[in-house]
C-alpha cells in the first residue's frame, strides 16, 4: 500500500505525544499530566432534523469541553464528514494549550457534527444547527462555553446558535447571551477583523520569521493546502508582501502555475464552484507532485495529519506555517528537523482566530465595538510577543518549536493547578 493512502494516525495519540514531549521539558507534575490526558467532559447528542423533502434524519453531534481551569471552555464547531469523538477530543485539547500559550483566560473545547455540509440546503443547515444548539442546552454558555467557526462553518451558522441559545437558555437577559459564541457576522455582534483573524495571525509569523532570518518576503513563493477561510485569506495577505502562490489545493484536488496564481481571484472562483480545481491559466498536479513543489513556505490549512513521512520527505521548503489544527503526524517531525524545514506549529501559527475571538467576547461582554485598527493591531503585538516568547524558549530548552509552544502552555497550566489544588 502507498504511504499516501496507509491510514491517518488516531489524532488524539497524536496530541497526547505531543503533551508527553513537553511535558519533560516543561517538567509538567505526573498528576497535570494525568490530568490533561483526558478532557473534561464528552458529551455526544442525538437529534432528529426535518430536511426539505418532509423526511426525518438523524445527526450525531459532539463537544468535548477539555480544560477550564485558566477560563471558560473555548473553541470551534466543525461540521465535517469526518468528525468523530477522538478528532474532537485532540483538537479541544490543543486549544487549552493555545489559549494558555497566549495568556488569554479562556480554556479548550471543541464540538461538531458529523455529515457533509455541501449535500444541504441552506435551510437545512439552518435547521441542523438550530437543533443542535437546542440539543446542547446549557452545556454552553457566555461564561461556561463558547464556540466558534472552523471547518465547514462560518459566522452565519454562529449567528443561528446564538439566536438559538438566546431564545432557548438566557430569555431573561438575551442580549448579555451574545457572547455564548465568537465570529459572529458583524451585525449580530461580531468584531471587526475576525474573519481574517487566523489568516493574519500566520502572517504575522511568516513575517516574524523572514525578519529573523533576514529573508526577503518579495518574490519569495508558497504553497497552501486548504483554500477555506484560513487558507484564502493567509493566501490574499501574504501575497501584499511579495510572495507568489504558485501551487495549492483542496479536498477535489490540486493546480499550479510556477508564474503565480492571482489569490483574490481564486478566493473569488473557490466561492462560485466550491474548489479550486478548474480554475484558469493553471494545470491540474497529483497531490504527491503538490507535496514536492519547490517552494520557500508551505501553509497546511486543510485537516489535521496531512504532513506524513512520505510528505515530510517530499516537501522542498524552508518554512511550513501549520494553519490546520494538527496538520503533522508525530513520525513526520523529526524527519522534517533532520532536512532544516523549520516548522511554526499549529498552536502558534493559526491562534489569531481565538485571539480575535478573545477580543469579540470582551467587546460583547462590555458593550462595545472596536474599529479595525485596534484590533488589527492587538492582534499584531500579540502574535508578534508569544512568537519571541516561543523563539526565546527553544533557543534556551534547545527544543522545537512544536515542543516549547506547548512546554509554554503547560507551564501555565500547571501553576494554575499548583496554586488552586485539585479539590476537594
Not at 488524539?12 to 505526573?30: C, E, I, S
Amino acid at each position: 500500500m502507498p504511504e499516501s493512502e496507509k491510514p491517518k494516525p488516531n489524532p488524539y495519540t497524536v496530541a497526547l505525544q505531543q503533551l508527553d514531549h513537553a511535558a519533560l521539558v516543561a517538567g509538567t507534575l505526573p498528576a497535570v499530566r494525568e490530568i490533561l490526558s483526558q478532557p473534561k467532559n464528552e458529551l455526544i447528542v442525538n437529534f432528529p432534523v426535518r430536511m426539505d423533502s418532509g423526511e426525518y434524519k438523524m445527526f450525531k453531534g459532539y463537544r468535548v469541553q477539555h480544560s477550564n481551569i485558566l477560563g471558560p471552555y473555548k473553541g470551534g464547531m466543525r461540521y465535517h464528514e469526518q468528525v468523530s469523538l477522538d478528532e474532537v477530543k485532540a483538537l479541544a485539547s490543543w486549544m487549552t494549550y493555545k489559549s494558555a500559550l497566549h495568556d488569554i483566560p479562556f480554556g479548550g473545547g471543541k464540538g461538531g457534527i458529523k455529515f457533509t455540509p455541501r449535500d444541504h440546503s441552506l435551510a437545512e443547515i439552518e435547521r441542523i444547527t438550530r437543533r443542535f444548539t437546542h440539543a446542547l442546552g446549557s452545556n454552553i454558555g457566555p461564561e461556561y462555553d463558547i464556540p466558534a467557526p472552523d471547518v465547514g462553518t462560518n459566522g452565519q451558522i454562529m449567528v443561528w446558535m446564538m439566536d438559538t441559545y438566546m431564545n432557548v437558555v438566557g430569555f431573561s437577559d438575551k442580549n448579555a447571551n451574545r457572547r455564548v459564541v465568537t465570529g459572529k457576522t458583524l451585525a449580530s455582534g461580531g468584531s471587526f477583523g475576525r474573519e481574517t483573524a487566523t489568516g493574519q495571525g500566520i502572517v504575522h509569523c511568516i513575517s516574524e520569521w523572514a525578519r529573523d532570518r533576514r529573508f526577503d518576503l518579495n518574490g519569495s513563493t508558497f504553497i497552501v493546502q486548504g483554500f477555506g477561510n484560513v487558507g484564502s485569506n493567509a493566501a490574499k495577505i501574504l501575497a501584499r508582501t511579495g510572495a507568489s502562490l504558485i501551487a495549492v489545493g483542496d479536498w477535489k484536488g490540486y493546480i499550479a502555475n510556477p508564474d503565480g496564481i492571482n489569490s483574490f481571484k481564486l478566493s473569488e472562483y473557490v466561492l462560485k464552484k466550491g474548489s479550486v480545481v478548474g480554475y484558469p491559466g493553471t494545470r491540474s498536479i497529483t497531490r504527491p507532485e503538490f507535496f514536492a513543489t519547490a517552494a520557500d513556505v508551505f501553509i497546511p490549512a486543510a485537516l489535521e495529519l496531512e504532513i506524513g513521512v512520505e510528505e515530510a520527505k517530499a516537501l522542498n521548503v524552508k518554512l511550513i506555517v501549520e494553519g490546520a489544527n494538527g496538520p503533522t503526524e508525530t513520525d513526520a517531525d523529526p524527519i522534517l528537523r533532520d532536512r532544516k524545514i523549520d516548522v511554526i506549529p499549529d498552536i502558534l501559527a493559526n491562534s489569531g482566530g481565538v485571539v480575535v475571538s478573545y477580543y469579540e467576547w470582551l467587546q460583547n461582554k462590555r458593550s462595545e465595538r472596536w474599529d479595525l485598527e485596534e484590533v488589527e493591531e492587538r492582534l499584531a503585538k500579540r502574535m508578534k510577543r508569544t512568537y519571541l516568547a516561543v523563539s526565546e524558549y527553544a533557543a534556551a530548552k534547545k527544543c522545537d518549536w512544536r515542543v516549547a509552544a506547548m512546554a509554554i502552555a503547560l507551564e501555565r497550566v500547571g501553576r494554575a493547578y499548583a496554586e488552586r489544588g485539585i479539590f476537594p
